[in-house]
């Protein structure tokens, strides 16, 4: 059980386009879905807090207006990544819980790898 | 802000070693997890630890969590090819109880 579900694996955009990520809990309600950036050999930056059914939870130094986000059920969360630049190159691993992130494991989405050329 | 460091931040041992990562929390956690993610893949969930002092074995892997719940470790006995990867452990932080993930640790193994 709990498997999350991401969409795109990859994706190559070009410099100044918009790039939407899905991502899906298949077997249980995600009342909250966490979306994280990881650069090659880094860790894991939270960068956003997704609620079901309200506006999500940006970490600091994290543009809200180019990371879109949505959460308009239990079961689906996107990221838009809105005029990427080559900067944003990154994985983007979503992550979903059916309890508060600091109390139950999460379970991570395959991840989207993006490369703005 | 809240930091959570590991070392070795890279180790490689031979097929057969024992291997060890550390984990430091700058401050006190109510619990500890510990996530392991292959080579271009992502993180998948290991063990939770709740309890000071706790000490939790799965098969050759054994987590502990110290009694300040301010540290953790992770040992690997007689390590495999299977066990490469990059080891995280993480901890929920803040007003809003985010989870923060180490540093991480790549283990490599040459067989």
């Known amino acids: 059980g709990a498997v999350v579900s991401q969409h795109p694996s990859w994706v190559i955009c070009k410099s100044g386009t918009s790039v939407k990520i899905e991502c899906r809990s298949l077997?249980?309600?995600?009342?909250?879905m966490f979306w994280y950036r990881q650069f090659p050999k880094q860790s894991l930056m939270l960068m956003a807090t997704?609620?079901?059914?309200?506006?999500?939870?940006?970490e600091q130094g994290v543009e809200k207006d180019k990371f879109l986000i949505n959460h308009a059920s239990l079961t689906l969360s996107t990221l838009t990544v809105t005029s990427a630049h080559p900067e944003d190159s990154s994985f983007y691993i979503c992550s979903a819980s059916s309890v508060g992130q600091g109390y139950s494991p999460l379970h991570f989405g395959n991840g989207t790898r993006l490369t703005v050329t | 802000g809240q930091q959570v460091m590991q070392i070795p931040q890279y180790q490689h041992v031979q097929e057969g070693e024992d291997f060890t990562t550390y984990c430091n929390s700058s401050?006190?956690?109510?619990?500890i997890q510990w996530y392991k993610q292959r080579p271009g893949g992502h993180p998948v969930f290991l063990i939770q630890?709740?309890?000071?002092?706790e000490v939790k074995k799965q098969k050759r892997l054994t987590f502990q969590f110290g009694e300040a719940k301010k540290n953790s470790s992770l040992h690997i006995t007689a390590t495999q090819t299977t066990d490469v990867g990059t080891y995280f452990c993480?901890?929920?932080?803040?007003?809003?109880?985010?989870?923060?993930f180490g540093t991480g640790t790549l283990l490599a193994v040459q067989p």
């Open positions: 077997d249980f309600q995600a009342t909250t």
């Open positions: 993480a901890g929920p932080g803040g007003a809003t109880n985010k989870l923060i």
């Open positions: 630890l709740v309890k000071s002092g």
């Open positions: 401050t006190t956690l109510s619990n």
């Open positions: 997704s609620n079901e059914g309200s506006k999500a939870t940006y």
